[in-house]
């Protein structure tokens, strides 16, 4: 048997045991689940690299037209699973584990998840690149190489505590460090000029601070194939190392002062903001990866290329949200200073280069700078922002007239900042939403104004997920089941999973299918209670809600009425319900008080629900700790209901959804994101939709018209439930705890502003039909079915074809 190429089970073997015993000094049977991980993972590493080498000499033989993938998460997880489920090894590996009596299962869990990302959009970009690679095309994945990610979420006494999360803490066993692709990047100094021959100016910058930026590559490979690309993450390190002469002086703080401050930008993820010196790192964060990625795709053109107007037809960089915006200015300084290009020239290849993706709708998470911050720390790209803003104030003027206030409401510089999402898209071809709701609400209300100058540039890419990773690595039974039905071939063409829909209502499919959920729900019921103490039921509705933790997804709306039900069943003991199992996990940002209070919430919940045994156990609630992708490997799977409830209008696209649906979920959800289109897949009767849709939330925030006491004080549940905030039911030692969260909802001029009281009813309504559907349990079940089979528009691997088609114009490169 081959496991790949030339290389036999034997070989395999020998290779893996060679390097338990020179990585670790032991043996197969001594060495630990971590060691042997180790030695695996450069076993695996090694049967790409000759493919990785290739492909990449390949771009560059021809050239190829290559995507710079701009990004400051990539939510990966595991390494070792996108590998062997990539490379198609998983059977084969565990077989030749088995053989070596090695537990495949405790040596997978040994790797820790890389904290590169918060949510979605990292993990986007980390199913992108699987989909970049499994469909050949030439990219990279860019961005830094934190050291210590986002945090590790531990729950003490139900609060949120945020551990630094050490995940190269056994060291990096995939990343290739690569010194010959440095690039020095520069802060602060002051901009001076110096003539040319010609009679123009080039800018420089002198007294300046620099860092250097030292890129690793890991591989990404596609499924099945011979491309294996690159995420390149920067990883920052001081241009002298070590201060000898402060050392031999006995300043020893001294001689090391350069390093510890260039690892500063590379440490954490997301720094918290709420003073200037968490500002200035995350904007020297931003700056850092933006101007080393361009120095090297520069660099790199130039091997082949000399006329820089050939540069759009060579290079595109995709800006995945705000976060990367400075590509558009740090371009124009490398193709003028660096290069000689003037204005005009630079400004036109720029805007052929840069593409932009919008992830947000909510106008307040549009990245904004303050000026005197950022002209001190990049003093050379505020000059460069300063002249594309007055060029295109002039455009403004010249098209409405001297307007102050829409030159003001549109003007990339104003009120002392700078507006990042505006830069991003003056300076770019194509801007795009995530969705389909989404995009027209960029169009018709967040952006109008720019969508009226530059329609040309506005298109819907809605998101997708890898069905390799989603369903294939994380429910391989499900897989299983699915290929002995249909076949293989919607591991690459989604779309062919319709072919389950004939299954949906055979009693013997639809057994098989609902034995599999059960055996994914008895081992996260085993994982709860392990890491919880929490006994469940895996024959109740697990009903998950895992995501990052924010007002707008509304966890609240899902924990309040767990309030509900709970004073439904004290109030009724005979209420028939199905028994319920409330699953959440979240990780709320570090200075988010609101969203650590709802944590705190949550778990107050879940510590009186669960020890009341005059409920019998009918509901129960989990809150999941350090939810994270090899967690929700665990608990998708597992699912029975999907809890995707934002407020209408707020979620850009969110991908949750989709994995759940792929999963056999069936979802309870609002009109948003990606939900919509959700909906036209599956049918109406296979899914729970709930509450106002967003045109009435518009009209209801702009006319002020929404009043939270009325519902308050007309429905007696929402009453009961506040009340119980304040009283000490949830928090009996101190009765204010969670005042913040009652009076969020009641009080004061944005009360209630993400309309929890307002779709509350409507939702209980909601799941009350969950409860009636989960009854009849072939009824259940074949929505289940349903749902997977219609799942076949949410694969990446459409997204990415559409982004190449419509905005990337890659061609495919196969590898031979």
């Given amino acids: 048997?081959?496991?790949?190429?030339?290389?036999?089970?034997?070989?395999?073997?020998?290779?893996?045991?060679?390097?338990?015993?020179?990585?670790?000094?032991?043996?197969?049977?001594?060495?630990?689940?971590?060691?042997?991980?180790?030695?695996?993972?450069?076993?695996?590493?090694?049967?790409?690299?000759?493919?990785?080498?290739?492909?990449?000499?390949?771009?560059?033989?021809?050239?190829?037209?290559?995507?710079?993938?701009?990004?400051?998460?990539?939510?990966?997880?595991?390494?070792?699973?996108?590998?062997?489920?990539?490379?198609?090894?998983?059977?084969?590996?565990?077989?030749?584990?088995?053989?070596?009596?090695?537990?495949?299962?405790?040596?997978?869990?040994?790797?820790?998840?890389?904290?590169?990302?918060?949510?979605?959009?990292?993990?986007?970009?980390?199913?992108?690149?699987?989909?970049?690679?499994?469909?050949?095309?030439?990219?990279?994945?860019?961005?830094?190489?934190?050291?210590?990610?986002?945090?590790?979420?531990?729950?003490?006494?139900?609060?949120?505590?945020?551990?630094?999360?050490?995940?190269?803490?056994?060291?990096?066993?995939?990343?290739?460090?690569?010194?010959?692709?440095?690039?020095?990047?520069?802060?602060?100094?002051?901009?001076?000029?110096?003539?040319?021959?010609?009679?123009?100016?080039?800018?420089?910058?002198?007294?300046?601070y620099s860092v250097m930026a030292i890129p690793y590559d890991y591989p990404v490979a596609g499924f099945n194939n011979n491309t294996v690309n690159t995420l390149r993450l920067w990883d920052a390190a001081p241009k002298k190392e070590f201060d000898l002469s402060s050392f031999n002086e006995g300043d020893f703080a001294k001689a090391k002062e350069e390093k510890n401050l260039a690892q500063t930008l590379s440490e954490v993820l997301y720094p918290a903001d709420d003073h200037i010196s968490g500002k200035e790192l995350r904007l020297k964060q931003q700056y850092f990866f933006i101007s080393a990625t361009l120095q090297q795709a520069i660099k790199r053109f130039k091997e082949k290329n000399k006329d820089f107007s050939l540069l759009p037809e060579k290079v595109v960089f995709q800006l995945n949200d705000t976060h990367p915006s400075m590509?558009?200015?740090?371009?124009?300084?490398?193709?003028?200073?660096?290069?000689?290009?003037?204005?005009?020239?630079?400004?036109?290849?720029?805007?052929?280069?840069?593409?932009?993706?919008?992830?947000?709708?909510?106008?307040?998470?549009?990245?904004?700078?303050?000026?005197?911050?950022?002209?001190?720390?990049?003093?050379?790209?505020?000059?460069?922002?300063?002249?594309?803003?007055?060029?295109?104030?002039?455009?403004?003027?010249?098209?409405?007239?001297?307007?102050?206030?829409?030159?003001r409401n549109m003007a990339i510089v104003a009120d002392g900042q700078i507006r990042m999402a505006y830069l991003a898209i003056v300076g770019s071809f194509s801007v795009?939403?995530?969705?389909?709701?989404?995009?027209?609400?960029?169009?018709?209300?967040?952006?109008?104004?720019?969508?009226?100058?530059?329609?040309?540039?506005?298109?819907?890419?809605t998101n997708g997920i890898t069905q390799r990773r989603w369903l294939a690595h994380c429910n391989p039974k499900l897989a299983s089941l699915i290929n002995e039905s249909i076949g293989t071939g919607w591991i690459t063409n989604l779309d062919e999973i319709a072919s389950l829909k004939k299954f949906a209502?055979?009693?013997?499919?639809?057994?098989?299918?609902?034995?599999?959920?059960?055996?994914?729900?008895?081992?996260?019921?085993?994982?709860?209670?392990?890491?919880?103490?929490i006994i469940v039921n895996p024959d109740s509705i697990f009903d998950i809600q895992v995501k990052r933790l924010h007002e707008y997804k509304r966890q609240l709306m899902n924990i309040l009425h767990v309030m509900d039900l709970y004073n439904q069943i004290k109030l009724n003991p005979s209420l028939e319900i199905e028994p319920r199992t409330f699953i959440f996990g979240a990780k709320a940002a570090a200075g988010y008080k609101m969203a650590k209070l709802i944590i705190k919430l949550i778990n107050s919940v879940a510590d009186v629900v669960n020890g009341d045994k005059s409920i019998d156990s009918r509901i129960k609630v989990v809150f999941v700790e350090n939810y994270r992708v090899s967690l929700a490997e665990k608990l998708i799977p597992a699912a029975d209901?999907?809890?995707?409830?934002?407020?209408?209008?707020?979620?850009?696209?969110?991908?949750?959804?989709?994995?759940?649906?792929?999963?056999?979920?069936?979802?309870?959800?609002?009109?948003?994101?990606?939900?919509?289109?959700?909906?036209?897949?599956?049918?109406?009767?296979?899914?729970?939709?709930?509450?106002?849709?967003?045109?009435?939330l518009i009209s209801l925030s702009e006319t002020g018209a929404y009043a939270p006491w009325d519902i308050y004080n007309i429905n007696p549940n929402v009453r009961m439930v506040l009340t119980q905030l304040i009283n000490g039911v949830i928090s009996p030692t101190d009765h204010d705890l969670f005042r913040d969260i009652y009076n969020s909802l009641l009080n004061g001029n944005h009360a209630d502003q993400y309309y929890v009281l307002k779709d509350f009813d409507s939702y209980a309504q909601a799941q009350g039909k969950v409860n009636a559907a989960f009854k009849d349990k072939s009824g259940w079940a074949q929505k289940a079915v349903i749902n997977t089979a219609s799942s076949g528009k949410f694969s990446s691997d459409r997204t990415i074809r559409e982004y190449v088609n419509d905005i990337w114009k890659l061609k495919p490169v196969?590898?031979?």
Avoid at 515 to 530: Q, S, T
Avoid at 651 to 659: D, R
């Fill in 1 to 208: 048997m081959n496991i790949f190429d030339s290389l036999t089970k034997e070989d395999f073997k020998k290779e893996l045991t060679e390097n338990v015993k020179t990585l670790s000094r032991k043996t197969l049977r001594t060495a630990t689940p971590q060691q042997i991980y180790e030695a695996l993972a450069f076993t695996v590493r090694d049967l790409v690299v000759d493919k990785w080498i290739l492909t990449h000499d390949t771009y560059h033989e021809q050239e190829s037209k290559t995507l710079y993938y701009l990004s400051m998460e990539f939510l990966m997880g595991r390494f070792l699973g996108n590998m062997i489920i990539n490379l198609n090894l998983r059977e084969q590996l565990k077989e030749v584990l088995d053989e070596l009596e090695v537990d495949y299962n405790l040596v997978e869990e040994a790797e820790r998840d890389p904290g590169l990302g918060n949510g979605g959009l990292g993990r986007l970009a980390a199913c992108f690149l699987d989909s970049l690679s499994t469909l050949e095309y030439p990219a990279y994945g860019c961005g830094i190489r934190y050291h210590y990610g986002i945090f590790e979420q531990r729950i003490e006494k139900g609060y949120q505590v945020e551990h630094f999360d050490d995940w190269l803490e056994n060291g990096d066993n995939w990343g290739i460090k690569r010194m010959e692709y440095a690039e020095e990047v520069k802060f602060f100094g002051k901009v001076s000029t110096i003539k040319q021959i010609d009679g123009t100016y080039r800018f420089y910058l002198e007294d300046y």
């Fill in 327 to 407: 590509t558009v200015a740090e371009l124009m300084r490398i193709l003028m200073d660096e290069n000689g290009l003037q204005w005009d020239d630079a400004w036109e290849i720029t805007r052929k280069c840069c593409a932009y993706t919008n992830h947000t709708i909510m106008s307040e998470a549009l990245e904004k700078w303050p000026i005197e911050l950022f002209s001190r720390l990049l003093p050379r790209i505020y000059m460069i922002i300063e002249e594309i803003n007055r060029r295109f104030c002039k455009l403004l003027i010249d098209r409405f007239g001297n307007d102050p206030e829409k030159i």
């Fill in 432 to 461: 795009n939403g995530v969705a389909a709701l989404h995009t027209e609400i960029l169009k018709n209300k967040e952006l109008k104004n720019f969508y009226e100058i530059y329609p040309e540039k506005f298109n819907n890419k």
């Fill in 505 to 533: 209502k055979d009693k013997s499919f639809q057994e098989k299918f609902m034995a599999i959920k059960r055996e994914n729900k008895v081992n996260l019921a085993e994982y709860i209670k392990k890491s919880n103490g």
């Fill in 641 to 696: 209901l999907s809890e995707q409830i934002s407020t209408a209008g707020k979620e850009a696209s969110g991908t949750g959804n989709m994995k759940f649906m792929l999963n056999g979920a069936l979802t309870i959800g609002t009109l948003d994101g990606a939900n919509v289109e959700m909906l036209e897949e599956v049918g109406g009767e296979n899914i729970f939709i709930f509450g106002a849709k967003s045109e009435e």
């Fill in 814 to 816: 196969p590898i031979k």
